[in-house]
């Protein structure tokens, strides 16, 4: 017996612990997978490689403006044109002859005048929505190794129950999206950002709703946008195009309002 006992303690101390450290990694590993597993999910609702691989969309629709959770006056129609990464046309009014054009980081109005950089405000409020699209969480922060994954468990949004992710970018950014527990498709995005001016926190929320299949593409028809819980605009799409065969200047900011002039 005494000669055993030497032997066996040698195999117990051979086995590494299992301390609180290394079982937290393994928690958050777990989560992590999880967190991914979901947003996989949630693509393929979206319509799987042919969303991820989506060249561009055309989308017109209705908005409503509110101020203070209340509605302006009527509606205005607009035609809303996006490729992917960063290259954004929103023609607007009936004759569709006023362009807001967002390519790159830069923001332009294009009207029958010609051109005019867009209010750095307005420029940014866009860029920010932008940056922090479910595209941008999927197509970006998803590829970075560095990017922190967390499953935050169910929880309700408008009366369904959903799967609740959180990625967090090596810059310390986060973007939340909550997808139905059923369906898999996006129900909410969050983002928060700080007001450089007043230091208070604002968080910018987008619901998605009425969900139809379009060209194999599962696309909302109701979107709604929110700061800070209250409501500033709801948009009603009426119809939608996706990858469609755009002429190469039709991103030119000069090209377009030189054509506009001519209107």
């Not at 940056?131 to 408008?158: N, R």
Request: net charge negative.
């Amino acid at each position: 017996m005494r000669k055993f006992l030497p032997a066996a303690l040698a195999v117990i101390l051979a086995v590494p612990a299992v301390g609180p450290s290394q079982s937290g990694t393994q928690d958050a590993q777990k989560n992590a997978e999880k967190a991914r597993a979901a947003l996989n999910a949630m693509v393929q609702a979206l319509g799987g490689d042919l969303w991820l691989n989506q060249k561009n969309y055309m989308r017109r629709g209705q908005v409503a403006a509110f101020f203070h959770g209340n509605p302006d006056l009527g509606t205005t129609e607009t035609f809303e044109y996006h490729a992917w990464p960063d290259d954004d046309r929103i023609e607007v009014t009936k004759h569709r002859d006023v362009d807001e054009m967002f390519i790159g980081r830069e923001g332009w109005e294009v009207t029958y005048r010609g051109k005019r950089q867009l209010p750095k405000d307005q420029v940014d409020d866009f860029l920010r929505r932008r940056d922090h699209s479910i595209e941008t969480a999927v197509k970006l922060w998803l590829k970075e190794p560095d990017t922190i994954l967390i499953y935050e468990g169910q929880h309700m949004a408008e009366n369904y129950l959903a799967d609740q992710v959180t990625l967090i970018s090596p810059q310390n950014d986060s973007i939340t999206i909550l997808m139905d527990a059923q369906t898999h498709l996006p129900l909410q995005s969050s983002f928060q950002w700080r007001d450089p001016t007043y230091h208070d926190k604002n968080t910018e929320t987008e619901e998605f709703a009425d969900y139809h299949l379009i060209d194999g593409f599962e696309t909302p028809f109701s979107i709604t946008r929110l700061k800070n819980g209250e409501m500033e605009r709801q948009y009603y799409v009426t119809q939608i195009r996706y990858n469609l065969d755009l002429p190469p200047d039709f991103w030119n900011v000069d090209l377009v309002a030189q054509k506009t002039k001519g209107k």
